[in-house]
């Protein structure tokens, strides 16, 4: 019997102590709205992850593209398709500095 008294009250104290960070994350109510700022940082991000992803994608279409050719044509389109992601990732670091530089102040 007190061992069926223990195992219960530890249950319900574990139970408990998982429940309540999830029943405060749910009452401490809605997102809070972000500013102006804020959001304009978070699309210059987002735009800047999009260019480098389109980058990486295209950079490896060239590579595969250039691994079906041989000798000095290969050589020449690996140095291209680095050239043009380089290229690419420094325009869009570019862009990101631009847009953080034109997001509203605080």
């Keep these: 019997m007190k061992r069926l008294f223990i195992s219960s ?41 999009a260019a480098v992803k389109k980058a990486n994608d295209d950079y490896k279409a060239a590579v595969k593209d250039a691994k079906t050719k041989k ?13 043009a992601r380089k290229d690419a990732i420094a325009d869009a670091n570019k862009a990101k500095m631009d847009c953080i530089k034109a997001a509203p102040k605080k």
């Excluded at 000095?72 to 398709?81: C, I, T, V």
């Design 71 to 83: 000798g000095k044509e290969r050589s020449d389109a690996l140095k291209a398709a680095n050239k």
């Design 9 to 49: 009250v530890l249950s319900l104290a574990l139970a408990f102590s998982l429940a309540a960070p999830a029943t405060l994350a749910k009452t401490a109510g809605a997102k809070k709205a972000q500013s102006e700022r804020a959001q304009a940082l978070k699309k210059c991000s987002a735009d800047y992850t």
